[in-house]
């Protein structure tokens, strides 16, 4: 399980303040969690989140290895705002079964269950999350989502985690583009894979460059790929590798 570390963000300007930065309309806490990243103005991720509805607060669920630099990048933004970010002694509880009381349904995809906060230690009910994530084409910080991550490229429409109705954003004008002014040529998809090769493998067509493997599952895996050149068997390692 991915140490996650809670941050809590107070004060009057709290929601305008997200709204202005994130990749998802943050009115939408009214209904549960919401699933947002910060991007680069270049449009590059930079980290992923949940944004937690709590009271007049908003919680912010972030992976530990993310939590300084993406609150020395959230003061950096704060300005005169009135917003404070403040550590808080919760923890993430998440499972896939029956959904203990005050917990949220996971907005990214139905199989991937409940999150709750509590001051209980970290825990989940020991869902094979990896299978999960691979079966549904999930990203995952640091493994499928890193600095040179396009949001679009990693499904995050799919997943629920950008509104292109909700204005403008950090990194919004790139995103826009890339939603309504390109095709995708290379993404995250699920292969169909023969053998068993470590995460970063490069994937290879015909000698050609095609991609890079990352999370597997049994005979499935995550990988980053050039579409246009991943059309029929490639060669990850030793391992023989299909789109799904």
């Given at each position: 399980?991915?140490?996650?570390?809670?941050?809590?963000?107070?004060?009057?300007?709290?929601?305008?303040?997200?709204?202005?930065l994130?990749?998802?309309?943050?009115?939408?806490?009214?209904?549960?969690?919401?699933?947002?990243?910060?991007?680069?103005?270049?449009?590059?991720?930079?980290?992923?989140?949940?944004?937690?509805?709590?009271?007049?607060?908003?919680?912010?669920?972030?992976?530990?290895?993310?939590?300084?630099?993406?609150?020395?990048?959230?003061?950096?933004?704060?300005?005169?705002?009135?917003?404070?970010?403040?550590?808080?002694?919760?923890?993430?509880?998440?499972?896939?079964?029956?959904?203990?009381?005050?917990?949220?349904?996971?907005?990214?995809?139905?199989?991937?269950?409940?999150?709750?906060?509590?001051?209980?230690?970290e825990?989940?009910?020991?869902?094979?999350?990896?299978?999960?994530?691979?079966?549904?084409?999930?990203?995952?910080?640091?493994?499928?989502?890193?600095?040179?991550?396009y949001?679009?490229?990693?499904?995050?429409?799919?997943?629920?985690?950008?509104?292109?109705?909700?204005?403008?954003y950090?990194?919004?004008?790139?995103?826009?583009?890339?939603?309504?002014?390109?095709?995708?040529?290379?993404?995250?998809?699920?292969?169909?894979?023969?053998?068993?090769?470590?995460?970063?493998?490069?994937?290879t067509?015909?000698?050609?460059?095609?991609?890079?493997?990352?999370?597997?599952?049994?005979?499935?895996?995550?990988?980053?790929?050039?579409?246009?050149?991943?059309?029929?068997?490639?060669?990850?390692?030793?391992?023989?590798?299909?789109r799904?």
């Amino acid at each position: 399980m991915t140490t996650r570390r809670i941050l809590r963000l107070t004060g009057a300007d709290t929601r305008s303040f997200l709204q202005g930065l994130v990749t998802n309309d943050v009115a939408k806490l009214d209904s549960g969690l919401v699933y947002a990243a910060l991007l680069t103005p270049q449009g590059k991720y930079l980290a992923d989140f949940f944004l937690v509805p709590d009271g007049e607060a908003v919680l912010l669920d972030v992976a530990e290895e993310l939590a300084d630099g993406l609150s020395k990048r959230l003061n950096m933004y704060r300005l005169r705002a009135d917003v404070a970010i403040s550590q808080t002694e919760l923890n993430l509880q998440r499972g896939t079964g029956p959904a203990p009381e005050g917990a949220f349904a996971d907005p990214r995809h139905p199989e991937l269950g409940w999150r709750a906060y509590t001051t209980d230690a970290e825990a989940d009910d020991g869902s094979d999350w990896s299978a999960l994530r691979v079966a549904h084409c999930v990203p995952e910080t640091g493994i499928e989502l890193t600095q040179d991550s396009y949001i679009l490229e990693c499904g995050f429409e799919r997943l629920n985690g950008v509104d292109f109705r909700k204005g403008c954003y950090v990194g919004q004008e790139v995103t826009a583009r890339m939603k309504h002014k390109t095709e995708l040529r290379k993404g995250l998809a699920q292969v169909t894979i023969d053998g068993t090769e470590a995460p970063g493998t490069p994937i290879t067509a015909d000698g050609k460059p095609v991609g890079t493997l990352l999370t597997q599952s049994g005979t499935t895996a995550l990988a980053y790929l050039r579409f246009d050149r991943a059309t029929g068997a490639m060669q990850a390692g030793s391992a023989t590798v299909k789109r799904a």
